[in-house]
């Protein structure tokens, strides 16, 4: 076969041939425009199933992954400022008698303020405590350590140690911090409890994620003073709350 060309022979005698030539017709065709267009549906489809995929399982990743920094924020600043209010009055008592053995100790009580707050939008509080260091690990005067917890305008937890010179930031993404104050049987704000009397601190902080788009819907949650607030972004929020006690002022 050559250039689709058949060529047949038929040889009848001897002396006489005859050639029958017969041309057969290329079978080769190209694509259709219907079939072209069918095929490029169906890879677009493809690539829009792929392309929703992915961007499902990229916002379904920062979605978990807020969502872990925003708890891990939350366990931190509970931590930080819980173990701040339960040391708050600590007295670092000497066991070291100038005479006798039998001698009691020079100090039983903790002299000083040991624990106050201011009302706000939000709350701030300022604990004292016998420390080498204060909340900024800069070496505390006198060996006690003051410590002023806030939140400044951008929404960051900072603290003001005695020992520093100048605030610094703790925490970002922290949005409110109330605080109620154990005065006796029932829990009040800083400017009604009597500080002298306070036994036990009733803490809120309210933390949000730390990337916006996150939620498929404006988020609807309760704040720290309880109330049902409809969020103006679609930031994931949170509120952690807890009930210290001042070890130095129960028995």
């Given at each position: 076969m050559k250039s689709g060309i058949l060529n047949f022979v038929f040889q009848a005698a001897p002396n006489n041939m005859q050639v029958t030539t017969f041309r057969a017709k290329s079978k080769e065709s190209g694509l259709t425009m219907v079939e072209l267009m069918?095929?490029?549906?169906?890879?677009?489809?493809?690539v829009a199933v792929i392309a929703t995929l992915f961007v499902g399982a990229k916002q379904t990743y920062r979605s978990q992954d807020n969502l872990s920094r925003l708890q891990e924020n939350g366990r931190f600043a509970m931590e930080l400022l819980g173990r701040n209010?339960?040391?708050?009055?600590?007295?670092?008592?000497?066991?070291?008698?100038?005479a006798s053995l039998y001698a009691p100790p020079s100090a039983t009580s903790f002299?000083?303020?040991?624990?106050t707050g201011t009302d706000g939008a939000p709350d701030s509080i300022t604990?004292?405590?016998?420390?080498?260091?204060?909340?900024?690990?800069?070496?505390a005067p006198g060996g006690r350590?003051?410590?002023?917890?806030?939140i400044n305008a951008s929404k960051q937890l900072i603290c003001l140690g005695n020992g520093s010179a100048t605030s610094q930031v703790l925490l970002d993404d922290v949005e409110d911090m109330q605080i109620l104050y154990?005065?006796?049987?029932k829990y009040v704000a800083a400017g009604t409890a009597v500080m002298a009397n306070?036994?036990?601190?009733?803490?809120?902080?309210?933390?949000?994620?730390?990337?916006?788009?996150?939620?498929?819907q404006k988020q609807t949650y309760i704040d720290c003073n309880g109330n049902s607030v409809t969020a103006t972004d679609w930031r994931v929020r949170r509120a952690f709350s807890a009930t210290y006690n001042l070890r130095n002022r129960t028995s």
């Open positions: 069918v095929a490029m549906a169906i890879g677009l489809f493809l209010i339960r040391d708050a009055g600590y007295t670092n008592i000497s066991f070291a008698p100038p002299s000083g303020t040991a624990i604990v004292s405590y016998d420390a080498a260091t204060d909340c900024l690990n800069a070496a350590a003051v410590n002023a917890f806030s154990g005065d006796g049987s306070v036994t036990a601190v009733r803490l809120c902080v309210l933390i949000r994620s730390s990337e916006d788009s996150l939620a498929p």
